[in-house]
Each structure stands twice: as structure tokens, then as C-alpha cells.
């Protein structure tokens, strides 16, 4: 693992949105850089998450400085990738229930903050979005995004890979070798036995996981860890973001991302770093909060319904009862070496990166500004706009529809090949990521059987049951939260499947951690 | 799910009544589709064909792509509209209505639809146009030279059964007939007894007579179906609220409409909501008094048929035409052609006859149709019926020229069954 030719070596910790900004900032400023993760990239928060590339005009009004630096990061992420961004738009709605006096100071706060905002009539707004509410008295147009996670995250690395960075998937962080008070190195557990990985730096981007990696490194990192929830609609409810024009606050917002929405989230103060437990009472609190936006909501199928964990670094000396800041915190562990980044959110990990690449830099006094917001992702300069629509296109302009293999995402066969055979990659989990393969109302019943036969047929001695019963226990832990209606016939219909016919049987080993969601 | 009703206070005694869908609820049906594959299986078309993607695939599962972002597709194009996958899904999927809609949306891009779509669209105007001169009109028809030359402007195929102008001869008829005072019904006759089939509105309209009630036929008009299952929604637009009016005296005064065309009535009855979103009180007052002849005689006058038949000493084989299952009514013919005694029935076991309103026409689907009909006219070579009885226009006359078997529509054997001899069209 030594590469003495180039730079200090850094360690960073967590394969989130996080730990892939910081690990390219660095590796773009000269550093040897390893990225070691857990389990796939993006199976924590950064995966749990909205799915927005937010333009910052949700915090227009409540942090004018952080709702700026969302517009700037946004705008260099479409730069970057247009092919992990879709341009949806987002809109902020006065219904009957919000604040009358919020719409002109929300517009105040995107002017000041140089987001674009222009104000709606509310008439064309409801006539171009059937399903929300008829009581809209004002909208405003806002530049929101959203953000393809895994498609992102790939690029990152693959990036960080072409550059001579290491990126070690399902290796966990188990201790530091902090001899003399410095960091010496990081010993890490894969799947083929442990590892000492030599360092000079370490920087921990665990994301909510980050107390449990500060306390391995002697550190104490006060966190507050918020759990919010997330339901999802089975079809795009929206065309555009939907925010309520009101302070931002929980239950709020319904987003078109991929072939579905998003609505969310609940927020709840946890102890379990972990957990990604949905509560009943909480999808039925979703239900109710998002009714006045979207009536008739009940009626709409619900896919899944999943949780992720927001870490926020508490401020020292912070009054209790105040929504703590979005901004993030880097936190430099005195001369050590080891460097803590947490907070924040997707729409600035590449920010974030920065910030934490200048402590490092400055730790070593390194003197080279970061290029993260001006170097490519891609040798090729990034691809083009995508959205789901852009499969079935595929497919209908090739006419290849005997050829699909997930059909409620129209997912080629080939393509399945070609990242078995290209990337190596059989774990169906991790097919499912980058491809979306099960992602649609079937959850995976029918692609899943397919998946199989395609992966062992292309590698025979490859657990392909194994992997199956792995898959549905995942795509049925998400599901069954919601199953009542036309999805309780889904899910009864699927296990039937899966049972019957594939003579699947699920325990409680089925399916490993970080694969859920 | 909310659906659009009318009170059904005044409306008592109309038969069965469908709720409304618009068109924001035929797409919102797609959620509920659980891809279990049934609608695959029972789709005629994709059963002959691998050319067509299949309910499933051009109905609720690229109904989720086509709301994100407009589409050039081909998916959906070879449906006939049968309606087949829409009855058998087990999920209540809207799914022959989301695959129209997903037409009219490709219609629209490319700008409109073809010539030969567009003639076979106005069968009041070919058939008003044929009435002038029937025996030449037939002339030309028949003759092959002139079929080749349409062919290629058209894109009609050359073998598609066309039928006979018979030129106004119901309307002659209907003005020479003096009926008794007694209930008002209204009797809507459709283009194809206007113009080709004059026997049947001859024997559906003496039949109500001879039930005692008062007839009244609007004039004549086209209910714009080949329109509307082509995609070609905004000539269709005008002329089915056009339609509408000119059937708001009848519902309005709370008669009944009844219809001997299946296809016709079904989109009186539901696809004007479904495909156009006519569902205000005018176009619902309409929508729920139409009812297919058959199922409002059997609802009402079973015992009629029961005491009072002849015997028609026939064998007859029926089909059941593909739309009659949009009506949710079962099969009423087939029940009231039980009650006629002397008559041997055996049933089609075919779900489509292939030609499907006007998709048989079409020069490039016609081999489709041909395939989808195989086993129906396989059955009745196999059989040979002395006939067979089908309630649908085109799929009679496609299955006549390729059974050879002479096709009737049910009304003209239960007025056969009354002994009523101004609608006899077939000799003992
Ligand atoms: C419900 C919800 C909605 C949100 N919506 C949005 C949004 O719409 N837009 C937006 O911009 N932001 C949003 N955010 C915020 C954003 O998702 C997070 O700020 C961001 O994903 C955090 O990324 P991270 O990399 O810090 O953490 P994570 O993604 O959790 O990454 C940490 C990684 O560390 C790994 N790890 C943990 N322990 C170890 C170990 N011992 N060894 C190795 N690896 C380890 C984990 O496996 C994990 O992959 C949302 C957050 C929540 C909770
Ligand atoms: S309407 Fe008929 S042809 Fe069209 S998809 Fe349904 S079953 Fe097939
Ligand atoms: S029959 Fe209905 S539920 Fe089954 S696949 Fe077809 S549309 Fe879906």
C-alpha cells in the first residue's frame, strides 16, 4: 500500500457524499489517498436521503449564508455531472395553512442570497400540477434539482481510482495507531481478513457514525443525531419539487426523483447512529402532513417507506430548543493528524470536501488551492442530461423490449452484463444501485429472478439463491410499511413469487447490513 | 379513488350503469398494477405477434415513464383497442384507455394521423357518400383494380372486409312507419345500420315495437370511436360533444337509449369521459342512458322472450364481440338467444375476432387481425354453423367474408323469434 512518491497519505473514513468529496478534493491537491467504506458507497445517509439538489431557497429565510453556498454547490454539481442531475425545478406553495408574510421574505432572502425566484400564478401552478392542493394562494419557481446518489458517488470514485486513489468498499474502520500521539495507521476488516493501512492523516467523514470514529481515534465529538423518514409514491405525483412556503420545518416537501416521489420527512432525535426503523405512527404522520399538500394522498400507492440519520455537530454553548445549524463543521483533533467533517448535506459535499481539504493541506503546509469545482469528473467532460424516461427511449428506439430485464425501470439485459463483466460486480445489491434494477412497483419480483439466472449464467459457481433470498428480504423489509391497498396485493403476490416459485426462505440472516434501503 | 355519478334517483330501471373515469383516473389506474401478467397472456395481439410490447408494457408500465417526460414510442401503436387486457386484469388497471391515451399523445406528435386512418374515421361520410350511388359505389368497391389504387393512397388493406352500401334504406323505412302511442325509447341506429346494415335497425326497431313502445332515432350521426381509438381526439372532439346534444332530448326526458352496436354504445357510455373528460352533467346524464339492446330487452322483457318464441330450428355459433366486455353485462344475447326455442348454440372460443372496430382495416395491421381471428374462423369451419351471431358491425362482416358463413346480429334472430317479418333477413 505504500506509494512514498506521492504525497502525505490520507485515510478518510466513510464512503458517503461526504467521504467521496473530501477523498477527490484530495486527491486533486496531490495527496495519496484512501477511501475506505464500510459497505457499498452511499449506503448510509447519503443514499436515505430527499434526493435533492437543493438551490438553497429553502433556508432563503432562516440562513441566508448557507441558502447561498446551496446555489453555488448546485450549480457546479450540474456542471460537473449532468448525468447524476435532473433539472426538475422546484416550487415553494403558500397553502391556506402557511404564513401570509412568508412569501415576501422568502422572495427577499433568494434575492439577497442570488438564488433565481421568480412568483407564479397560482392558477397556472395548479393547472400544471393536477395532483397538489387547489388552495395554492402563492408560488414562486426555484431552481431545485435532484441528485441520482449512486450515479454520483461513482463517478467520484471512479474518478478518485483513474487519479491512483484507493477506494476500499466493505472494509470497516476497526482502530487507529495513534503511537506518539499521531496518526501512524488505520486497521481495517474486509471480507478477505484485516489490513493495516499506513497514514499520516486521517480524516473521519463517517457521516452519523462519526461519534463512533471519533472515540476510536480518543476524540469526543458531540453529534445530534436526527432520523427523519421518507415515504415513497409509486409514480411521479409532481413534475417539480414541491416545498411549503413556511420556515422550514418537518412533513414539508415532495420530490420527483427517478420514476417516483418522495415525500418527507418525519424528524426524530436518536441515539442509534444505525437505525432505519419506520415507526407506524410515523407513516401515518406522514400521511396526514402531506394531505393538506396532496389530497387524496392515501389513495396513491406507497412503495416503501425508509429512514436515514442526519448528524449535526452540536455547537458548543448551543440554546437548547434551537434548530441547529445546516452549515457543516470541520473539526481539527489538535496535532494529531486526525480531522473530524460532519453536517452539512449532499447539495455541498463537494464543499465540504474543500474545507476539509484546506485543514488537511494546511496541516502539512501544503499550499495548493483545491480544483475539485473546476476538474472534470470524466476524461470526457461528463455526459448528458438524464432521466428515467431516457431507458425507455432507449429501449423503444432500439426496439429491444424482449430484452429488458427490469421492467418497471426498463433496464436492459446488456447493460446488466456489461457491469458483470466490466466491474466485476455480482452482488445483486450492488447491481440493483447502479442500475436501479427492482426499484419500481414490483420491488424486484420480476427482475430479481432474472438478475439470477443472468448472473449464473455468467459465473456458475456465483450463490445466486443465496443472493436472491439477500435481495428480497431487503426489498421487502421497505415494503411491507406500506403495504395496504393495491401494494398489499403487490406484496402478497411478490412473496408468492418468491416463495412458490423460487422456493425462497427468508431468516434474519438474509440480509447483510448496508444493503437496505 | 373518486368517481363521477350521477344521482341515480331519476335514472331507475336504465340497467347497468358504469362509473365515469376521466382521463386523470384512467392514468392514476396504473398504480395499481401489480405486473402479475395476466393482461399479457389474454391479449390477443400480442399473442400473434411479438411486434406488439403488450398491455402490460404499453399501458401502466410506460404510463410512468410518459408522465415524466414526452416520448417517441411505438409501444403502443399495434393495440387493436379490444378492451380484452382492461376486463381480464385482476387489478381494476384502466389499462386499454391508458394505451388509447398514450396514441393520442404519439397522433398528436407526429402531427396527425394518416390518410387511410382518417377516411376509415368517417364511416358516416363514406357511408353518405356510398348512399348516393350505392350500386356504383359497390361497383367500384368490388372491383380489384380500384381496390389496388386505394390501397396504396390509403394504406386500407386490400382485404379488408368491406361491407355493402345499402344506401338510406333504414331511413326509408323508418320514415314509412307509423308507430302505436306507448313508453318512449330511443333507438340509437350508428353509421353502420345507417349505411351498410339496414336489417338490423329494421329489427330492432320493430322488436321494441312489438313491445309496445314508441321509437325514436335520432338522426343520423357517427360517434366518433374510429376517432377516438386511432387517437385522433381533436376531430373527435367537437363531434362527440356534437353527439352529446343531439342525445340530451332523449336523457334528458329520461328515456332509455339503446344501441345494437357494442362498440358504439360502450363509447357513449364511457369512453367520452375517458378519453375526452366529458364528465359534467350533460355528457353524464347521456353516458348512463345508453344501454346495449340486448342487456336492456333481457333486464326487461326476458319473459316476453320466454313465453312468446318461435322456434328458429337453427345451429348457430356465438361470438361474443371483444367490446361487449367493456359493458360489464356478461353476454345478454347469448342468454336471450337461450330463451328462443328450436336454436342449438355453440360458443365462440375465440376473446377477439381480430378486426377490431376498424385495426383490421389497416393495411399494415390487417395480418395481425387475420392472425387473431384464425381460431374463431377455424371453429366455424370445424362446426359449420347454419350461422353465426355476433353484435358487433365489422366484426359480422369480417367474420362473414372469412367464414363464409352468414353472420346476424342477435336483435334480427329474436325478431325472427317474434315472427316479426319486416325484419326477416333469412329464409327457413
Ligand atoms: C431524511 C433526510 C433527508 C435529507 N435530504 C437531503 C436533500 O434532499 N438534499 C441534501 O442535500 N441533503 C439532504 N440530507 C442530508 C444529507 O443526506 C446528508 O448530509 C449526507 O448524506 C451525509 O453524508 P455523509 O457522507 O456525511 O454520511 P453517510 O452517507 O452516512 O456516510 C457515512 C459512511 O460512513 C460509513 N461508515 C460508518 N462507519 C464506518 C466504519 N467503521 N468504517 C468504514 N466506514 C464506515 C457508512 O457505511 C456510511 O456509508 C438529508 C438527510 C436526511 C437524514
Ligand atoms: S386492448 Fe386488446 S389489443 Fe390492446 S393491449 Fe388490450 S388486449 Fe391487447
Ligand atoms: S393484468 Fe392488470 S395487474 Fe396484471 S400485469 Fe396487467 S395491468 Fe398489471
Known sequence: MDKSTAGPRVVVVGGGATGCGVARDLILRGFDVTLVEYGDLGCGTSSRFHGMLQSGARYAVSDTVYAGECMRERRIINKLAPEAVEETGGLFVSLPDDPADYGDKFFAGCQEADIPVRELDPADVMASEPAISRGVHRAFAVPDATVQPWRLLNLVAADIRRRGGRVLLRHRVTSFDMTGGRVRAVEVEGPSGSLRLEADAVVNAAGPWSGEIARLLGQDVALELTKGSILVFAHRLVTRAINRCRMPSSFDIMVPTGTVSLFGTTSEVVDDPSTTLVRPQEVQDLLDAAEPMIPGIRDRRVLRAWAGVRPIVKPDNWPSGRSLPRRHTVIDHGASGAFTICGGSWTTHRMMGEDAGDHVASFFGINRPSESATTPLSPDGGGSAWNPTTNYQGVEDAQTRKRTLCECESIDRDLVSQMVNDEGLKRFHDLRRRLRIGFGPCQGTFCGSRLAGLVAHLDQDFPAQKELEAFWAERLKGATRTAWGHHARQIILSDAVFRENLGIRLDDKAHPAGDDR | ?428
Open chain 2, 1 to 428: 379513488m373518486t368517481t363521477t355519478h350521477l344521482d341515480r334517483d331519476s335514472h331507475e330501471g336504465r340497467g347497468f350503469s358504469v362509473p365515469l373515469m376521466t382521463p386523470a383516473m384512467v392514468r392514476q389506474s396504473m398504480d395499481n398494477c401489480t405486473k402479475c401478467n395476466v393482461c399479457q397472456v389474454h391479449c390477443p395481439v400480442a399473442g400473434v405477434t411479438d411486434a406488439f410490447a403488450g398491455p402490460k408494457y404499453a399501458g401502466p408500465q410506460a404510463e410512468r415513464f410518459r408522465i415524466i417526460d414526452a416520448v417517441d414510442e411505438t409501444a403502443p401503436m399495434l393495440c387493436s383497442g379490444c378492451g380484452i387486457c382492461t376486463s381480464v386484469c385482476p387489478n381494476d388497471v384502466a389499462i386499454t384507455d391508458i394505451i388509447t391515451l398514450a396514441k393520442a399523445d404519439q397522433v398528436d406528435r407526429a402531427g396527425g394521423i394518416g390518410l387511410g386512418q382518417r377516411l376509415l374515421n368517417r364511416p358516416e361520410l363514406i357511408g353518405r357518400l356510398g348512399s348516393l350511388a350505392p350500386w356504383l359505389a359497390n361497383g367500384v368497391l368490388a372491383n380489384s383494380l380500384f381496390r389496388q389504387i386505394a390501397v396504396a393512397v390509403t394504406g386500407v388493406s386490400r382485404d379488408a372486409p368491406l361491407p355493402r352500401f345499402a344506401g338510406q334504406r333504414f331511413r326509408r323505412w323508418l320514415k314509412h312507419l307509423s308507430q302505436r302511442e306507448g313508453p318512449q325509447i330511443t333507438y340509437f341506429s350508428g353509421c353502420a345500420v345507417d349505411h351498410y346494415d339496414p336489417d338490423v335497425g329494421i329489427a330492432a326497431v320493430s322488436v321494441l315495437n312489438s313491445l309496445g313502445y314508441k321509437v325514436t332515432v335520432p338522426p343520423d350521426a357517427c360517434c366518433s370511436l374510429p376517432m377516438l381509438s386511432s387517437g385522433d381526439f381533436e376531430t373527435a372532439r367537437p363531434r362527440a360533444r356534437k353527439m352529446i346534444e343531439l342525445l340530451t332530448p332523449s336523457a334528458g326526458a329520461g328515456q332509455t337509449i339503446v344501441g345494437t352496436s357494442t362498440s358504439c354504445t360502450l363509447t357513449l357510455k364511457s369512453k367520452y369521459a375517458a378519453y375526452l373528460g366529458f364528465d359534467d352533467r350533460q355528457a353524464s346524464e347521456v353516458a348512463h342512458a345508453v344501454s346495449d339492446i340486448c342487456g336492456y330487452l333481457l333486464e326487461h322483457h326476458a319473459d316476453t322472450f320466454a313465453k312468446a318464441s318461435a322456434r328458429v330450428p337453427k345451429r348457430v355459433l356465438y361470438h361474443g364481440p371483444c367490446q361487449l366486455r367493456g359493458h360489464h353485462i356478461g353476454q345478454p344475447a347469448l342468454e336471450l338467444l337461450r330463451l328462443v326455442p328450436g336454436i342449438t348454440i355453440e360458443l365462440s372460443q375465440a376473446s377477439c375476432c381480430g378486426v377490431a372496430g376498424t385495426y383490421g382495416y389497416d393495411q399494415e395491421k390487417r395480418p395481425i387481425a387475420v392472425d387473431v381471428g384464425r381460431s374463431l374462423i377455424e371453429q366455424i369451419a370445424d362446426s359449420r354453423p347454419d350461422l353465426v351471431i355476433c353484435d358487433s358491425e365489422t366484426c359480422r362482416w369480417n367474420i362473414e367474408q372469412a367464414s363464409g358463413v352468414p353472420c346476424l346480429h342477435p336483435i334480427q334472430v329474436l325478431a325472427q323469434a317474434m315472427e316479426l317479418t319486416s325484419g326477416k333477413v333469412f329464409q327457413d
